[in-house]
Nanobody, 123 residues
Framework: VQLQASGGGSVQPGDSLRLSCAAS????????IGWFRQTAGKEREFVAV????????AYADSVKGRFDISRDDNKNTVYLQMNRLEPEDTAVYYC?????????????????WGQGTQVTVSS
């Protein structure tokens, strides 16, 4: 599967953004799709993951209650709705796919990666 992330931009604290991860290829509905983010000089970190239906999503503590991950298998797309954005959310966001596990937070469990999309939160 090939993944393409989009939807990043520059916003102010408290604003919202919705990122999209569009997939091409077969059997998208059998993939767990995760979102990760990375800032300069730091390791890429887990943000959220949505397993194949009907399993529950999982979130990093830093975004729980503010971010919501969802998927539309008819459109081969996963969304990351980001609300109440904070300057600490500034990063390049990546989506990734795996069929190895349903809810992994570990980068090495993901076999397919999209290019990043920049999110900047600043006043």
């Amino acid at each position: 599967v090939q993944l393409q992330a989009s939807g990043g931009g520059s916003v102010q604290p408290g604003d919202s953004l919705r990122l999209s991860c569009a997939a091409s290829g077969r059997a998208f509905s059998s993939y767990a799709i995760g979102w990760f983010r990375q800032t300069a000089g730091k390791e890429r970190e887990f943000v959220a993951v949505i397993p194949w239906t009907p399993n529950r999503a999982a979130y990093a503590d830093s975004v729980k209650g503010r971010f919501d991950i969802s998927r539309d298998d008819n459109k081969n797309t996963v969304y990351l709705q980001m609300n109440r954005l904070e300057p600490e959310d500034t990063a390049v966001y990546y989506c990734a796919g795996t069929r190895r596990t349903i809810r992994s937070r570990v980068l090495s469990d993901y076999h397919y990666w999209g290019q990043g999309t920049q999110v900047t939160v600043s006043s």
